[in-house]
């Protein structure tokens, strides 16, 4: 991280990714259209579920297949342990420590020994349902297009009901936890963008909406939304079209979303002061804490209410054509676009994750967090920083309790 001060004033920040680009989309193209739910899961090891519902469900549009009923349901299921095992790891290894003063998890654990062992107890549970319903905890092997390559057994969701039900406890008291912070002053104007569903929290269905006037379906999001390379890093930064920044992630879904949480969740949220107007993104760790009871709640409707479907999938047929598809990660907006020849071979391939979209706003907040900083440090103004970048739970190694900061004054 770069910062400029010229004559006592912030003229300058930026957040250097210099990171090896992985090439995903490159080497998908040439590929059959039914491999990227096994590839893309390889993307990342926390949210490995994200890379594969999406690309799922835009393969399966190009294909003219929409995927309904107890199937549709199990992927639901499956993203709930995902945003159960991911949010619980931010909020007690990565960005707790930074509110009670530790510099890490370990330093933590010596001293709320009882708070670390249940959010890894809450993480657990999160991991047992992906690996249950996706196979393994860690880049899923059931996912395929069209459903899964097999179904829970009666026996797995039994024991999976019991797990859930003590997750919901462990949740509500972890919302309680964390809303009793302290919490350094900010305020955001950012343009909130979020999958909005009328009827459930956004997940993996409905339309991409902002707070300020944005409303397309997943076709329509690389009309709205443009990437581009910036010179001091190699992560994308994205902006809206005629608008600019925006912010992707647990606030943009709670401001957008909030009277879908389920009631749990809300009652937890309001508990604790934590509203559709939360501007303060240092309070997203409480967003966090409040996404995974409603996971959790979510998850126990699911397995109460879920039939087993005759087959564990649906077929899907390759055709020619372009298929979109725009899903909640546990760190916001993902988006595939892929386009099949007439045999499934994938042409082009384009994949837009939270963090790409999110850098630039993440730049904003540290510019002015910065500029009201001044009197600290250069140290005490570096681990302010890394507190405010694990405020978007990054999917790059300044997510971890490292930053390398240069600060230049003329």
């Given amino acids: 991280m770069l ?158 009901r019991e797990r859930v039900l003590r997750a919901i406890d462990l949740a509500t008291e972890v919302v309680a936890w964390v809303g009793g912070f302290d919490f350094p002053e900010l305020t955001h104007d950012h343009e909130m963008v979020a999958l909005v569903d009328p009827d459930r929290y956004g997940v993996m269905d409905g339309r991409v909406i902002s707070d ?8 329509g999001f690389g009309a709205a939304i443009a990437e581009e390379q910036v010179p001091w890093s190699t992560a994308l930064q994205a902006h809206l079209l005629e608008r600019g920044n925006y912010l992707v992630g647990p606030m943009a879904r709670l401001a957008l979303g909030y009277g879908n949480l389920l009631p749990p969740a809300r009652e937890a949220a309001q508990a604790v002061g934590l509203g559709p107007d939360t501007r303060n993104p240092f309070r997203s760790i409480v967003t966090r804490a409040v996404e995974t009871l409603h996971a959790c709640v979510e998850a126990l409707e699911i397995l109460d209410g879920w039939e087993e479907p005759e087959a564990p999938a649906v077929p899907v047929e390759p055709r020619a054509g372009e298929g979109h598809g725009v899903t909640e990660a546990p760190r916001g907006l993902l988006y595939h676009r892929y386009v099949l020849d007439e045999d499934g071979t994938i042409l082009e391939v384009q994949i837009t994750p939270p963090t790409s979209q999110n850098q630039a706003t993440i730049e904003h907040d540290l510019f002015h967090l910065v500029e009201r900083s001044l009197d600290l440090d250069d140290l005490t103004l570096q681990h302010l920083a890394e507190q405010a970048i694990r405020n978007y739970d990054p999917c790059i190694s300044c997510a971890t309790h490292f930053l390398d900061m240069e600060v230049r004054r003329r």
Avoid at 112 to 117: G, I, K, N, S, T
């Fill in 3 to 160: 910062v400029d001060i010229e004559d006592g004033a912030v003229s300058n920040v930026q957040l250097r990714i210099y990171e090896p680009p992985r090439f995903f989309e490159a080497f998908l193209v040439g590929r059959a259209y039914t491999e990227p739910a096994d590839i893309t899961a390889r993307i990342c090891g926390i949210c490995p579920v994200a890379y594969q519902m999406s690309a799922c469900l835009a393969l399966e549009d190009a294909c003219g297949v929409r995927v309904e009923g107890p199937l549709h349901d199990l992927r639901r299921l499956l993203y709930c342990g995902e945003w159960i095992e991911s949010h619980t790891l931010h909020v007690h290894l990565l960005h707790a420590p930074d509110f009670l003063g530790f510099d890490g998890a370990i330093d933590l654990a010596q001293a709320h020994r009882a708070e670390v062992e249940r959010g890894l107890e809450l993480k657990k549970i999160g991991n047992e349902i992906v690996e249950v319903i996706g196979g393994r905890a860690i880049h899923p092997v059931n996912v395929r297009l069209g459903g899964f390559y097999r179904l829970p057994t009666r026996k797995e969701r039994r024991d999976l």
């Fill in 212 to 219: 300020r006037g944005l409303d397309v379906d997943a076709a």
